[in-house]
Each structure stands twice: as C-alpha cells, then as structure tokens.
C-alpha cells in the first residue's frame, strides 16, 4: 500500500515517537492530578512539552501553550475569543474556520472573505482593501498553508497590511513541521497546531499557542487539578483552558516529534518538496488530467481527471491500485468553488514517502485518465 494522504493524517510515524507513545501508556498517571512520584513525572513531561513548543515556534512562554486533541479544537478556542465586530478571512479557510465564523456571524459578528487572484494565492490587494475599510477588522483568521492547494500565504505581508490592533489568528494544520514558523516575529497572536500530521504526532495531540496581548476564554470547563475549591475555572494559563485529564501519550508523542523535526526539518522540507515538484510535472503530462498545485513543502499535489469524478478516483486508486489519496471537498468549500471545482483528488506526500511513489502515482494515473466514461 502506498499511503499518499498525509494531508489527512501522518501515514508514518519515528520510532521514537511511537515508543514515547508506548512508554506512557505504561505509566498510568494523570499528570498534575495527584502529588505522588509518577504523577509528578508525568507533569514535568508535559511541562517540557510545552518548553518544546513555545520554543520550536518561538512562541510566547510555555504557559501560552495549551494541549488540545487537534488543530479544529484549538481553533475553536482561538475563535471564540475573539472580540466581537469585524473579522477578515479567506476563501481558503478549512471548515474547522468556517463553520465557527458561521457561528460568529449568528451572534452579531461582520465576516469578510478575502478571495483569490488569478494565480490561486489570496488576493493581497483585497486584503489591504478590507484591512483598510471603513470598519476595521479587530481580527484576522489565516491559514498558513492551503489543504486543498498547498498554496501559502506570506504572512508577514499579511501582518504588515492588518492595523496594529489587529489580532491574527493563523490555521497551521498543514503547515506546522514542515516549515520553520517564528510566531514572535511574524506577529501571530494565535497559532492553531494539529500535532499529528507535519508534527509527526499521534492522532489526538494538538495546542494553541497565544501572545500576551490576547486572552483565550475557555470553552469547556471542569477539573484542572488547581484552585479546586473556586466554582470558576483558575484565572490563569495554562489551568483555565484544560479542562479534565490530558492526553499524556499524546502530548508525550507530540514532544518527541519536535525533537524529531530540531534535527531534521530542513531535509525533510526538501524531500516533500521535491515529492510534490516531480509528481507535479508527471501528472501534467497526461492527457485528461488537470493540475491545481504548483511545487510546495507541505506535500499538497491535487488534481482533476475530465473522466471521473473525485471520490471515484479515489476510490479506484485504494482498490486498485493500492495507493491511498483523498477525494472530494476536503472540509473546505470555498476554495473549491473559487477553483471552479466541485472535487478534486488529493495526494499528500511526507518525508517518509517512498521515493517511487510519484511514478507510481502517476502511472496509476494515467491508467484512469485511459479510461471512456
């Protein structure tokens, strides 16, 4: 099986990560819920987890890192923050985005989508327009690497366009692990981290990671281990917005990941990129297909065959062929319809791919593209 949908979730996972996983599953604590040794041990693990994070993003302080089971519930909390009033985003948001702005707007908050140009990246000068308008925006929610496209925006632009006042909250799903990302100095107020896909993470490790000048309310409350007899949730971070027992292999996973990435990121940025740039140019080649990414380190390559509709190739490429993509709208329909798209099939590449596996893809491919309707 090839497995080209790590977009989805990460196909291959270190060792050391995996044994990390496994080791705290053999150490059956709640972190910070008891005072006794292995309790202890396991908070000071998670405690150099959030090190790790604030660090690796270079973030703001390791009590500004808070561990969540993926990338749409940091959002959320990031989202419902946000004050109330005029909120920019893009057409390329992922429904993780989309559907709390929804929400947002059923509660009195103006949403103002940012398009596309003409090459598929977000329109700067309607950025600056909206940035510019009448009322300004007190937010801005911006991925930092497109799902569907592997398109990303240059975010220091972005910031430098926003009013100083403005918070900017960035979806990095796609984004994280794969590319160096300084929240400090790009200006991010808020970054939304999925912990298993470029982090290299099992499934349920996630954070966000948030500035001083913006205060995540919480939006689940419960036990935290500290302050038990306040009927409120404690006033500080990280306690007031985790909320009941971490996921400790999880976040145990998660730090063995940045370890992982400290050493290796660069090589493995340039493997992806090159996975994506020759898969690129062989599916360009065939006849019947149509190419909507160009060559990026998030390991992005969708496409569309004139001969059959997404889902359908998706599922000829696992039952036939042995190779696992994704199809359809991919949690993000806007960006699909400003593509004129109404599915697309995804392949999604990591550092771990075999490197045959774009001529194999392609191959397949081209088998479908042969097809008659």
């Known amino acids: 099986m090839i497995y080209l949908d790590n977009a989805a979730t990460g196909g291959f996972k270190p060792d050391s990560v995996i044994s990390a996983a496994t080791a705290a599953l053999a150490a059956p604590a709640n972190p910070g819920r008891s005072g ?29 890192v808070i561990f969540t089971k993926n990338c749409t519930e940091a959002l959320n909390i990031a989202l419902f923050s946000l004050p109330r009033g005029k909120i920019i985003t893009t057409v390329a948001e992922h ?25 598929g990246d977000i329109d700067m000068a309607a950025l600056e ?12 929610v911006i991925t930092l690497a497109s799902n569907v496209t592997g398109t990303a925006p240059d975010i220091a632009r972005v910031k430098k366009i926003l009013p100083e006042n403005c918070l900017l909250v960035c979806d990095g799903a796609q984004a994280c692990g794969h590319v160096p990302i300084d929240i400090g100095s790009l ?19 996630g954070a966000l990671l948030f500035s001083q000048r913006f205060n995540p309310q919480p ?24 909320s009941g027992t971490l996921n400790f292999p999880a976040i145990a996973s998660l730090a063995e990941g940045v370890l992982y990435l400290i050493q290796r990121q660069e090589e493995h940025r340039a493997a992806v990129q090159n996975y994506t740039a020759q898969t690129i ?18 390991g992005i390559v969708s496409f569309r065959l004139e001969n059959m509709q997404s889902e359908m190739a998706a599922y ?14 991919h949690c993000s329909p806007l960006i699909h319809r400003a593509l004129g798209s109404d599915g697309l099939v995804r392949a999604s590449f990591s550092a771990f791919t075999s ?14 593209a042969a097809r008659k309707n």
């Open 316 to 329: 000829a490429l696992s039952e036939e062929f042995d190779i696992c993509v994704r199809g359809g709208l």
């Open 281 to 298: 140019e062989n599916l360009k080649n065939i006849r019947g297909v149509q190419v909507f990414s160009n060559p990026n380190p998030y």
């Open 355 to 368: 490197p045959s596996a774009a001529v194999e893809l392609a191959s397949a491919v081209s088998a479908l």
């Open 36 to 64: 006794h040794k292995l309790s202890v041990a396991c908070l000071e693990r998670v405690f150099a987890c959030r090190n790790l994070l604030s660090e690796f993003f270079g973030g703001y302080g390791y009590e500004r």
């Open 129 to 140: 327009r909206a940035a510019r308008g009448a009322e300004p925006p007190r937010a801005a």
């Open 95 to 119: 429904n993780s985005v989309l559907r709390p702005l929804e929400r947002l707007k059923r509660e009195g908050a103006v949403v103002e989508y940012i398009p596309l140009n003409s090459a």
């Open 219 to 242: 939006i689940m409350f419960g036990g935290t281990g500290s302050e038990s007899y306040n009927p409120d949730m404690p006033d500080f971070y990280p306690d007031k917005l985790e």
């Open 187 to 205: 200006g991010i107020d808020a970054l939304a981290v999925a912990g298993h896909k470029g982090m290299l993470g099992i499934q349920g490790s």
